[in-house]
Nanobody, 120 residues
Framework: QVQLVESGGGLVQPGGSLRLSCVVS????????MGWARQAPGKQRELVAL??????NVTNSVKGRFTASRDNTKNVAYLQMNNLKPEDTADYYC???????????????WGPGTQVTVSR
C-alpha cells in the first residue's frame, strides 16, 4: 500500500512563509513524479507544482514565490511558499505517480491534504 502524508500547513500572515513536506511510504518500485495541488473553498483543485525526473514547474500564479523540490533518497517532496497572499488560502494536496511493480503502468496517489490559511 502506498501512502502520502503532507505536513507543514497552518495559519500565517500575509507576506509570511510556510514549508510543506510530503512523504511517500509503502512498498513500490519507483516514483516517476511528484507534485502539489491546491483547492480553495468553492473552487476546483488546481495544480501548483510538478516535479519530474527532468524538470520542475510551478503554476504562473505562484512563480517567484513558491519553490518545489524533491529528495529522491527519502521519497519526500517539498513546497517552499514565500510571500504568501490571502488568495493562497487552500487545502494543499501532495500527488505522486508511483510504479508499484517494475513493468506495470504507474498509478496516481494523493495525500489527505494540509490546510494553509493566509490571514491577519
Amino acid at each position: 500500500q502506498v501512502q502520502l502524508v503532507e505536513s507543514g500547513g497552518g495559519l500565517v500572515q500575509p507576506g509570511g512563509s510556510l514549508r510543506l513536506s510530503c512523504v511517500v511510504s509503502g512498498t513500490f518500485y519507483s516514483i516517476t513524479a511528484m507534485g502539489w495541488a491546491r483547492q480553495a473553498p468553492g473552487k476546483q483543485r488546481e495544480l501548483v507544482a510538478l516535479i519530474s525526473s527532468s524538470s520542475i514547474n510551478v503554476t504562473n500564479s505562484v512563480k517567484g514565490r513558491f519553490t518545489a523540490s524533491r529528495d529522491n533518497t527519502k521519497n519526500v517532496a517539498y513546497l517552499q511558499m514565500n510571500n504568501l497572499k490571502p488568495e493562497d488560502t487552500a487545502d494543499y494536496y501532495c500527488h505522486a505517480v508511483v510504479t508499484k511493480t517494475r513493468g506495470l503502468a504507474p498509478d496516481n496517489y494523493w495525500g489527505p491534504g494540509t490546510q494553509v490559511t493566509v490571514s491577519r
